[in-house]
T-cell receptor, first 113, second 117 residues
Framework: QKEVEQNSGPLSVPEGAIASLNCTYS??????FFWYRQYSGKSPELIMF????GDKEDGRFTAQLNKASQYVSLLIRDSQPSDSATYLC?????????????FGTGTQLKVEL | DGGITQSPKYLFRKEGQNVTLSCEQN?????MYWYRQDPGQGLRLIYY???????QKGDIAEGYSVSREKKESFPLTVTSAQKNPTAFYLC????????????????FGQGTRLTVV
């Protein structure tokens, strides 16, 4: 079982719609949770982070965390063509040797005009 | 400017040759990470380090080595034992949240694209 799982997509949504991206993780000891956006050939850039159960909103983005279900999601409202990118979910697991930061394989989002 | 710097941006390696990728940060972050990304794939963890002179193997450490002699620096050596080294390599750093919440967000360098010729 992969530590962090995402659907690879592509997920296609029309401009102005809500895009919903999902991520599950395998280790209940996982702590901090992150969503990154990556454009082709570029480094990932942080979109949101969330530490506690519930929702966290920042502009058009909402991160949702459910530790009981081991599930974290990202909602993008009013999707724009510039949102077209790969979205990476990342999870920190505290281990004896340090904090291991593991990424999922990413979901490709396409926002269509 | 605070940030994380990787060099070189592009690197070409001959078969059987070791190469070292540089990663330097001036963010005063404790944790540093190396990832490999293949086309159309996510980031796979190679090595990570939380403190100076200590580091841990990630999920794909075979054929790679690292050192952490200074807090600011975490170089990655791709050895000849790595049979398929052509990939995009990303270095990241973050801080430790002492209240048990794991890490703060990780910041990435611009990456090194390694090609075997």
């Amino acid at each position: 079982q992969k530590e962090v799982e995402q659907n690879s997509g592509p997920l296609s949504v029309p401009e102005g719609a809500i895009a919903s991206l999902n991520c599950t993780y395998s280790d209940r000891g996982s702590q901090s949770f992150f969503w990154y956006r990556q454009y082709s050939g570029k480094s990932p850039e942080l979109i949101m982070f969330i530490y506690s159960n519930g929702d966290k909103e920042d502009g058009r983005f909402t991160a949702q965390l459910n530790k009981a279900s081991q599930y974290v999601s990202l909602l993008i409202r009013d999707s724009q063509p510039s949102d077209s990118a790969t979205y990476l979910c990342a999870v920190t697991l505290v281990t004896g040797g340090g904090n291991k930061l593991t990424f999922g394989t990413g979901t490709q989002l396409k926002v269509e005009l | 400017d605070g940030g994380i710097t990787q060099s070189p941006k592009y690197l070409f390696r001959k078969e059987g040759q070791n190469v070292t990728l540089s990663c330097e940060q001036n963010l005063n972050h404790d944790a540093m990470y190396w990832y490999r990304q293949d086309p159309g794939q996510g980031l796979r963890l190679i090595y990570y380090s939380q403190i100076v002179n200590d580091f841990q193997k990630g999920d794909i450490a075979e054929g790679y080595s690292v050192s952490r002699e200074k807090k600011e620096s975490f170089p990655l050596t791709v050895t000849s034992a790595q049979k398929n080294p052509t990939a995009f390599y990303l270095c990241a750093s973050s801080n430790i949240v002492l209240t048990g919440k794991g890490n703060t967000e990780a910041f990435f360098g611009q990456g090194t694209r390694l090609t075997v010729v």
